[in-house]
């Protein structure tokens, strides 16, 4: 099993907290590509928490993901351990050779897609999935998973 596949609701919320509750994000520094994702209260100029592209650290990404309700429209988040250099990741073939633990990929706001080397993690996320509802619930294999590139434009 590669990953996970699934559908999150069309609104407002904290999608990103309720899929990474339990995971100990300061294991990691986060990679943050491709993002847009929109405050529900505006933020003195900001309409998105993250900058085009950027590294972050664990203690980063839970401050921005358990603020104010958000809606994300599209994002590509890898975590990286912390002793390891982060990379680009074009692809699964890449995220296997990399250091990289976890690749979460949402896209047209209700599309999510996770990509995970550790059960653990992955069982983790999963139940979270479950908990909250989510919908359409499938495994990432070999077999089904068409994606070629791990972008979501």
């Keep these: 099993m590669r990953g996970i596949s699934f559908k999150a609701p069309n609104k407002y919320g904290h999608i990103l907290i309720d899929i990474l509750n339990g995971v100990d994000l300061n294991l990691f520094q986060w990679n943050v590509m491709q993002a847009d994702i929109i405050w529900s209260i505006?933020?003195?100029g900001l309409s998105s928490f993250f900058d085009?592209?950027?590294?972050?650290?664990?203690?980063?990404?839970?401050?921005?993901?358990?603020?104010?309700?958000?809606?994300?429209?599209?994002?590509?988040?890898?975590?990286?351990?912390?002793?390891?250099?982060?990379?680009?990741?074009?692809?699964?073939?890449?995220?296997?050779?990399?250091?990289?633990?976890?690749?979460?990929?949402i896209y047209d706001v209700t599309?999510?897609?996770?990509?995970?080397?550790?059960?653990?993690?992955?069982?983790?996320?999963?139940?979270?999935?479950?908990?909250?509802?989510?919908?359409?619930?499938?495994?990432i294999t070999e077999e089904n998973n068409l994606r070629t590139e791990f972008y979501v434009l």
């Design 42 to 44: 505006p933020q003195k």
């Design 111 to 139: 599309n999510v897609e996770i990509y995970c080397k550790e059960d653990r993690l992955l069982k983790i996320i999963t139940d979270n999935i479950i908990n909250n509802g989510y919908s359409q619930i499938e495994e």
């Design 52 to 105: 085009v592209e950027q590294n972050i650290s664990g203690s980063e990404l839970i401050k921005q993901i358990t603020k104010d309700d958000y809606y994300v429209l599209f994002i590509v988040l890898k975590a990286f351990p912390l002793d390891s250099k982060i990379m680009e990741i074009n692809n699964y073939r890449d995220f296997l050779h990399s250091d990289c633990q976890l690749a979460l990929l």
